[in-house]
């Protein structure tokens, strides 16, 4: 395990030299000290809104840092619970979990499985992204009412924070993955446009600060590999990545990015942060052995049996995918460190300062 973190060590060192010696680094911006975050998106930061309306995850998720699940589709932590606590702030209550939310620090609106686009023949999944930016509508409307009736405020944001807010968007997985199965890449710019609707609603409801997130390399997904029929007629890249499904993303996050630069010039007033979190996973996948991990095309948890877990790896740790779709806490931490420093932002601003413009 030593060894494991010394090759950890070193490659996120070697991360950080690399953003000093390009030129990179961003010197003398104060701290934003975001007094909370919102965020948007799947499975992969939900924290527990699925679980809260279908039911309770099984174990062993959770098992890592929580000792029991907790609402998310790991054994541990995910990346917005690191973001929260390089942000010093609470880890996000889900908002369709009413038992013990606590939103003063602000609110996750995640939910797996959720989309950009909206429900289509193939995705019925009702919690898109346009409903999530309601949701934070109605809960900041709430907020102020509640505020000006005089009432108890000790779970709630002041009004006057949703200002200094962390607004951050992981989302676009699945719209991408449901998209491999017959529909053509002329998806991709509705998803843009959608996307950037929710951007520009959030800034209409006083958000300044954004934080958003790529899309991962599906194609190295297992779950991914489970969906190829013939692989002779299949191209793959030297890490056993299926090379059309990263195409398609690729092609995503261009276009998010070109999108990103324009939302700019089109909210003045806002802080926009373009993040690579694409090449964060693809650096864990491509150096998965000399970082301490196990084949990264294979996941610790495989199949089911009576609705529980037919079979789980002995060391969580050593993997890189928890279930075929979801990462561990191991990997999750690994991302987390590679983007929070803000060396494979646009700009290249840590997370803390996420709030500054123009630079």
């Not at 019925?124 to 907020?143: G, I, W, Y």
């Not at 199965?181 to 998803?191: D, L, Q, Y």
Request: aromatic residues 10%; contains cysteine.
């Amino acid at each position: 395990m030593e060894g494991r973190k010394m090759c950890l060590l070193g490659f996120l060192v070697s991360l950080v030299l690399m953003r000093v010696v390009g030129g990179a680094e961003v010197k003398g911006l104060a701290s934003c000290n975001f007094p909370a975050a919102y965020n948007f998106g799947d499975s992969n930061s939900d924290t527990g809104a699925a679980s809260a309306a279908f039911g309770p995850l099984q174990p062993p998720n959770g098992q890592t840092f929580f000792g029991k699940p907790a609402g998310r589709s790991c054994d541990g932590r995910l990346i917005i619970d690191f973001i929260a606590e390089e942000l010093g702030i609470s880890y996000l209550s889900p908002y369709l979990d009413s038992v013990g939310s606590n939103f003063s620090h602000g609110a996750n609106f995640a939910y797996g499985g959720s989309t950009i686009r909206r429900q289509t023949w193939i995705n019925s999944n009702p919690f898109h992204l346009a409903v999530q930016t309601t949701q934070f509508s109605e809960l900041k409307a709430r907020t102020f009412d509640i505020y000006s009736q005089g009432k108890d405020m000790s779970r709630l944001l002041r009004p006057e924070d949703f200002s200094k807010a962390l607004y951050t968007l992981d989302i676009g997985q699945n719209d991408v993955y449901i998209s491999m199965f017959g529909a053509p890449p002329s998806v991709i710019p509705e998803m843009i446009n959608n996307f950037t609707a929710a951007v520009q609603g959030l800034y209409d409801q006083g958000g300044r600060a954004f934080w958003i997130h790529n899309i991962g390399p599906n194609g190295c997904l297992p779950a991914a590999q489970l969906n190829i029929l013939n692989r002779t007629q299949e191209t793959f890249d030297k890490n056993g990545c299926i090379n059309r499904w990263n195409e398609r993303v690729m092609e995503f996050n261009r276009q998010l990015k070109d999108r990103v630069i324009k939302l700019r010039a089109e909210l003045p007033e806002a802080a926009i942060t373009y993040v690579d979190v694409y090449t964060a996973k693809y650096n864990l996948i491509s150096n998965a052995k000399n970082l301490g991990f196990t084949e990264p095309l294979k996941q610790c948890l495989v199949g089911t049996k009576d609705g529980k877990v037919a079979a789980i790896c002995d060391n969580p740790s050593t993997y890189i995918s928890w279930d075929g779709m979801h990462y561990t806490e191991a990997a999750n931490h690994f991302v987390a460190k590679s983007i929070i420093n803000g060396s494979l932002s646009d700009p290249p601003v840590s997370i803390a300062n996420a709030c500054h413009k123009n630079v």
